[in-house]
T-cell receptor
Framework: DAKTTQPNSMESNEEEPVHLPCNHS???????IHWYRQLPSQGPEYVIH???SNVNNRMASLAIAEDRKSSTLILHRATLRDAAVYYC???????????FGKGTRLSVIA | DVKVTQSSRYLVKRTGEKVFLECVQD?????MFWYRQDPGLGLRLIYF???????EKGDIPEGYSVSREKKERFSLILESASTNQTSMYLC?????????????FGQGTRLTVV
């Protein structure tokens, strides 16, 4: 799987937007960009995924650079409940498992 | 709601014991996975299964085996537990990835081997 690079940690104030970056310069044309997050003492949960176009869902937005070598997960209004480790994962279309990196630990300050 | 249920949240076992970790999913998913998570090492794939009676080794299969006799159940077996298998174990399931959909994880089993 192609490699992703994320900052180890980030901090945000409550109720402000958060932009979590991910670099994936070796991404191939068939790689999807997935984001998962892991809240304390829980298993990971799916957040969002995309291929080329920006994507929105009830949890977040995913902005994908035009050359697809980077992407940004956007939480529009951070809450204390969003404090978690966020993982950016590249997946090829096909039946292969998720491979997790170290992710970004997001702290949210009240 | 999709549910992936792991049989125990916390387990304490003795060195040398045979340990069974059970995982059940209720959404008729074809794929099931076992990961372990350790501080500083992140989540690492132990084994996965694409179908009943099918299994594939992940990145760290040594010391583990798996069983999938029914579609909804995927068991992780520690043949002879050792202290270095003390970890958080996470089970996950998904439909076949052709449509590139999401995986669902259980709450995890924190296993301590003493």
């Amino acid at each position: 799987d192609a490699k992703t690079t994320q900052p180890n940690s980030m901090e945000s104030n409550e109720e402000e937007p958060v932009h979590l970056p991910c670099n994936h310069s070796t991404i191939s044309g068939t790689d999807y960009i997935h984001w998962y997050r892991q809240l304390p003492s829980q298993g990971p949960e799916y957040v969002i995924h995309g291929l080329t176009s920006n994507v929105n869902n009830r949890m977040a937005s995913l902005a994908i650079a035009e050359d697809r070598k980077s992407s940004t997960l956007i939480l529009h209004r951070a809450t204390l409940r969003d404090a978690a480790v966020y993982y950016c994962i590249l997946r090829k279309a096909g039946n292969t498992p998720l491979v997790f990196g170290k992710g970004t630990r997001l702290s949210v300050i009240a | 709601d999709v549910k992936v249920t792991q049989s125990s949240r916390y387990l304490v076992k003795r060195t040398g014991e045979k340990v069974f970790l059970e995982c059940v999913q209720d959404m008729d998913h074809e794929n099931m996975f076992w990961y372990r998570q350790d501080p500083g090492l992140g989540l690492r794939l132990i084994y996965f299964s694409y179908d009943v009676k099918m299994k594939e080794k992940g990145d760290i299969p040594e010391g583990y085996s798996v069983s999938r006799e029914k579609k909804e159940r995927f068991s992780l077996i520690l043949e002879s537990a050792s202290t270095n298998q003390t970890s958080m174990y996470l089970c996950a399931s998904s439909v076949r990835w052709w449509a590139n959909t999401e995986a669902f994880f259980g709450q995890g089993t924190r296993l301590t081997v003493v």
